[in-house]
């Protein structure tokens, strides 16, 4: 006991070398989550590092090649600027994409712990519904909500919110069953702890890194989607700008101006990438039944 | 048997009678139809008349009763631009679509399939990196930068293939390469991660204990309980066959049912944009059913027990 709580310098007499939970990551995982770092600081301060407003156009200075000062990655049709519009790009994809995930995590995870709880007519139906979600292709079902609602950003992040929710709710309504069988829950609700904190307070914690890892999976999916929609025009709408966005409307310049849609592309692929190599190893770490 | 039958038809129906009350309540409540088919500035007797003609004025419950009943009569409403029967309008344009994705699933299973079982057999040689960073790819690259990739190498760079529209078998080159190699990716990756589950199982190894040959191993033991998750995504590709190419019709100009969507959600085209959700369901919903079947027909266990099933 007292072992265990000394620090181990007091028992060896020196200090033993700290090292950080992640001292053994590949390389590659490395370069990922720099890369995921990257993109993050970004998105926090895209208004503040971007050298343009990247909405003003510049119609002297149209269609220049990248690599001509100070248009770093060049301008666009307009002449606005391609680097500050990729800088904000990043940042409003990231934020639907944290958003959404985020969302449809809770949403799943409620669904799914309401499911484990009562079992019985509520867990069929929220199978029953993951089933639905599950069988249709959402870019479908989100085009014809889009179509109708008309659109805006909370609506498109309310949107891509309930992308993934059935993945949440199947595997929280699966471990919470079998964690309630376990000693640990039911000691709990035999000390008289209510529903709601044997959930939250003790099943929630144990099955986290299951549910994280399986937000690193849908993560990427958010991106691509939103992208995909943007691309089509029907997501975020002009005249913001978002990853598909700007890969959209560069499409349009692929002959004479590649590198309009050729920054925002390797962006959504470098960061999906990065995110998955991530979560890959992240769930070698924490997960070895997801294996 | 029948019993596994009519839980699968049960279960199709509900799907079905979802995706229509989904339709109903998405595409109903959500603004006025009259106002938007005929703009702000139409004189109200035009509104009143055209929600008259649309039974928009009905209460909610009656109008959800007459639409259930005008779509199991296979009345799906007219295009509100042109007057055409929307059905009409998307029938046309699923053989279009079918000339994309029918190649395209042709090269997902003669690639991914193949790709994936070698990968598993020869794991961790370098084959099987290949496939692994390739598949990686499939997923994390989207429909749209592949496409362009591709036309930016092939149509504009060496100039061999057209980059859009429908003239001739030339112009299908890109659009099916696009939609085959992604999903070739995703099948390849499917496929390995359940044969190597497969191959670690106690019967495998007993299998060859026994003395049974490695490829006999392979073909008789490993390949046919490997097939159903396999079957489970294969299935799903057959869903998408009329809806899974929005994108990349998108991108190529390629005037199928994606596009067709696309255009009738920027036109807010209410009946196009439904007929194409329930035809989406229905392909849904029969594929599932399909591999349900399939599934009875490679695992005997779930035919004796079809609760086990989900």
């Known amino acids: ?291 | 048997m029948l019993r596994f039958i009519a839980i699968r038809l049960g279960r199709a129906m509900i799907t079905i009678a979802l995706v229509v009350t989904f339709a109903f309540v998405v595409l109903r409540l959500s603004g006025d139809p009259a106002q938007i088919i005929l703009g702000p500035e139409a004189p109200p007797e035009a509104v009143a008349a055209f929600r008259k003609a649309w039974g928009l004025d009905d209460p909610l419950w009656l109008q959800y009763f007459h639409y259930f009943g005008a779509i199991i009569q296979g009345e799906l409403g007219r295009s509100m631009r042109d007057g055409r029967a929307a059905i009409e309008l998307v029938a046309e344009r699923i053989p279009v679509t079918l000339a994309l994705t029918l190649p395209a699933l042709a090269i997902k299973i003669g690639l991914g399939i193949p790709a994936g079982i070698y990968a598993a057999l020869h794991r961790g040689s370098l084959a099987d990196r290949v496939v692994m960073m390739l598949s990686v790819a499939g997923f994390t690259i989207p429909s749209f930068v592949l496409g362009l990739t591709l036309v930016l190498i092939f149509a504009v760079k060496l100039g061999w293939l057209p980059s859009g529209g429908q003239d001739s078998w030339r112009h299908a080159i890109l659009p099916v390469l696009t939609l085959g190699i992604g999903g070739a990716a995703v099948l390849a990756r499917f496929t390995r991660s359940a044969m190597l589950e497969v191959l670690g199982q106690p019967f495998i190894r007993t299998a060859s204990a026994k003395g049974v040959p490695w490829r006999d191993v392979i073909v008789g033991h490993a390949l046919p309980n490997a097939a159903i998750p396999t079957v489970t995504i294969v299935g799903f590709m057959i869903g998408t066959l009329i809806a899974g190419a929005v994108v990349v019709e998108s991108v190529f100009s390629w005037p199928g049912v994606g596009r067709l969507l696309v255009v009738a959600v920027a036109n807010r085209d209410l009946a196009v944009v439904q007929c194409i959700l329930l035809l989406v369901a229905a392909t849904m919903v029969t594929s599932n059913l399909i591999v349900d079947f399939l599934y009875g027909f490679l695992d005997p266990r779930l035919r004796q027990n079809p609760g086990k099933a989900s």
């Not at chain 1, 709880?117 to 929220?126: A, D, L, N």
């Open chain 1, 1 to 291: 006991m007292s072992e265990q709580t000394l620090p181990r310098t007091v028992i060896d007499g020196k200090a033993a070398p700290r090292r950080w939970p992640g001292h053994d990551m590949p390389l590659l995982v490395r370069i990922a989550l720099l890369w995921l770092v990257g993109m993050v600081l970004i998105a926090l301060f895209a208004p503040l590092i971007s050298p343009f407003v990247y909405t003003s156009p510049n119609l002297r200075n149209r269609l220049v090649p990248p690599g001509t000062f100070p248009h770093i990655f060049g301008t666009d049709e307009l002449g606005r600027d391609v680097l500050s519009r990729l800088l904000i790009s990043i940042r409003i994809s990231l934020l639907i994409a944290f958003g959404a995930s985020i969302i449809s995590a809770v949403l799943g995870t409620t669904l799914g712990f309401l499911a484990a709880y009562f079992r019985g007519i509520v867990e069929q139906v929220v199978l029953m519904l993951a089933d639905f979600q599950a069988s249709m292709p959402f870019l479908i079902l989100a085009l014809s909500v889009l179509a109708f609602f008309g659109n805006s950003l909370v609506l498109l992040i309310g949107l891509m919110g309930l992308f993934g929710w059935e993945r949440y709710a199947r595997i929280s309504r699966g471990l919470a069953i079998s964690a309630s069988a376990q000693g640990y829950a039911s000691a709990c609700r035999q000390l008289g702890a209510s529903p709601m904190r044997v959930y939250l307070r003790h099943i929630l914690p144990n099955i986290a890194s299951t549910l994280i890892v399986s937000m690193t999976l849908v993560f990427p999916e958010v991106i691509l989607l939103e992208s995909g929609l943007s691309f089509l025009g029907l997501g975020v709408q002009p005249p913001m700008t978002s990853l598909g966005n700007m890969v959209g409307y560069g499409r349009e310049y692929i002959t004479r101006a590649p590198w309009i849609m050729l920054a925002p592309a390797l962006t959504i692929v470098s960061t999906t990438l990065a995110v998955s190599v991530l979560g890959d190893w992240l769930r070698d770490k924490l997960d070895p039944t997801l294996r």
